[in-house]
Structure formats: C-alpha cells, structure tokens
C-alpha cells in the first residue's frame, strides 16, 4: 500500500530527473556544455543532448546577425579638426567557446568591446585624412580600410565583424563655416581654371577657323581669275574670229549691243550729234550699208 502511494512521486522525480537530462539546440542557436563551471563541449550540433543534472549545465546564445549602434562621437582628422560621427556594426559570435571566456557571455560587454575596437579603426583612418578628404573620399575605401585590422581583432574575441556603416557624418558648427568655405573657394578655383581652359581652346578654335576661311576665300579668289581669265580670253578669241569672217557684220553687232546699254533708260540723257559715227545704223544709208 505504500509502495503504491509511492509510486506518483517516484514517475513525477524520474520525469523531472530526465527532463533535466536532455535539451534540445535550435538551429539559430550555439550552445556551451560546462561540466561543475568548466566548458566540456563548444560544438553541439542543433537537436536534441543529453547531460547530467546538477553536473552539466548549458548556455545558448543567437547565432544570427546582432547590430549594435553608436551615439553620436567626435573623431580627429589629421588637421586636428574634430567631426561628429554616428555608425553601427552587425556581428555575429563564430566561435562560442572564445567569445564566452572574453566576455563571460554578456552580450552588452561583447557589442561594447566590439564598439571600441570600431572607434579605434575609424580614429586611426580620420587621422591619416585631411576634413575634405573625409568628406570627399569614397566612404567605401574609408570602411575597408578600418574593417581589415579591426575584423582580425573582432575574431580574437569568437565574433566576426560582418560589416560596419557610417548613418552620418557632421562637422562642429564653428568648423562647418570654415571648412565649407575652403571647399567652395576649391571649387572656384577649379571653375576659374575649366573657364579660362575654355577660353584659350575657343580662341584656338576661331583662330583656325579665320585661318582656314581666309585660305579657303583666295584660293576661291584665285580659282575664279583663272576663270574669268579664261574667260576673257575665249571671247576676245571669239570676237576675233568674228571679226575677221565679217567686219560689217561685227561692227553692226557691237552698236547694237551699245545701244541696249546707252538707250531707253529713265532719266538719262544723251546728248550726241547725228553725224557721230555712233547712229549711223539707225539712218537709212547706215542700215542699207
């Protein structure tokens, strides 16, 4: 009879006794074994384990990406000018084992000690770089440059630095002025010296443009003597010939022409004597002849 009142209690320990026993590793889970405080196992695949109640006890911590942000915190530049910077780092922990005796698993203490191996990289960065290089400067080649030394020291601690992003970058207010003024004054410098470039390449350009049109206006010049030349030539031959097969004829031919030219024209007035050779093909004995 008591064995039978005992058996309730003694399924209800051996329940609880197993329950202690086994626990399961989801796959967005890294777990530790410890054994009396001292880690016995690191690489627990996700499923179901067993360990030993009271002995054995188990840690689990996230194994995807963590982001960890950064208030707003001044940095140097090489000229000794002080700029204002936020950012945020994504990590996640690679090697449980490491991580846990770094940072006891705190998972504060983890991002902030990562947080500072950040700010030492982007430190050492703005002092190698002048405010308008920061400004100006591929923030990619910035960024590469800070997250190869700081990733080797992010895996001394079992966590890998996934990637590092700067939200915003402003300069103190009694730099601001100073610095955009510098930059703008750049700016027109490098303005003056494109317009100036301008004007020299325009003035070559319309040089050689007078240059080519003056070339090419007398060499048409002289292609259009030759021409007339020619011209003249063919038809003082012409007229000759004409004149040799028929000098009357000739000579009726150009009087005819010099009348079209002198007479019928409004407001002329020619005064010439009838017995002038110039009309004796108007009267009756020139026009027989």
Same mark, same amino acid.
């Given at each position: 009879m008591n064995i039978r009142a005992l058996m309730p209690a003694a399924i209800l320990l051996a329940a609880w006794i197993l329950s202690m026993s086994v626990f399961t590793v989801d796959e967005r889970e890294l777990a530790i074994k410890f054994r009396l405080g001292e880690i016995?196992?690191?690489?627990?695949?996700?499923?179901?384990?067993?360990?030993?109640?009271?002995i054995n006890n188990v840690r689990k911590f996230p194994r995807q990406i963590l982001t960890q942000t950064n208030p707003q915190e001044s940095f140097l530049t090489f000229e000794k000018k002080n700029l204002f910077v936020d950012f945020f780092v994504k990590w996640r922990i690679i090697d449980v084992g490491a991580y846990y005796r770094a940072t006891r698993g705190d998972e504060a203490l983890a991002s902030q000690r990562l947080i500072e191996i950040v700010k030492d990289g982007v430190r050492s960065e703005f002092a190698k770089r002048t405010v308008p290089q920061v400004v100006s400067a591929e923030r990619r080649e910035l960024l590469d440059n800070m997250l190869a030394s700081a990733r080797e020291n992010a895996r001394g601690l079992g966590m890998e630095l996934v990637d590092v992003r700067v939200k915003r970058t402003e300069f103190p207010e009694q730099v601001s002025?100073?610095?955009?003024?510098?930059? $703008?004054? =750049?700016?027109? %410098?490098?303005?003056?010296?494109?317009? @100036?470039?301008?004007?020299?390449? *325009? &003035?070559?350009? $319309?040089? =050689?443009?007078? %240059?080519?049109?003056?070339?090419?206006? @007398?060499?048409?010049?002289?292609? *259009? &003597?030759k021409v007339r030349g020619a011209g003249d030539a063919d038809a003082a031959r012409i007229y000759a010939d004409a004149y040799r097969k028929d000098p009357e004829f000739f000579a009726f031919y150009r009087s005819i022409q010099a009348y079209?030219?002198?007479?019928?024209?409004?407001?002329?007035?020619?005064?010439?004597?009838?017995?002038?050779?110039?009309?004796?093909?108007?009267?009756?004995?020139?026009?027989?002849?």
């Open positions: 016995i196992e690191t690489d627990l695949e996700p499923g179901l384990h067993f360990k030993m109640p009271f002025e100073s610095v955009f003024d510098r930059m $703008r004054q =750049e700016r027109a %410098r490098t303005a003056s010296e494109l317009r @100036a470039q301008g004007a020299e390449n *325009a &003035e070559q350009i $319309r040089a =050689e443009a007078d %240059r080519q049109r003056t070339v090419t206006l @007398a060499e048409a010049y002289r292609e *259009a &003597e079209r030219r002198s007479l019928g024209k409004e407001n002329d007035l020619l005064v010439l004597g009838k017995e002038g050779e110039f009309f004796r093909y108007m009267e009756g004995s020139g026009a027989g002849r």
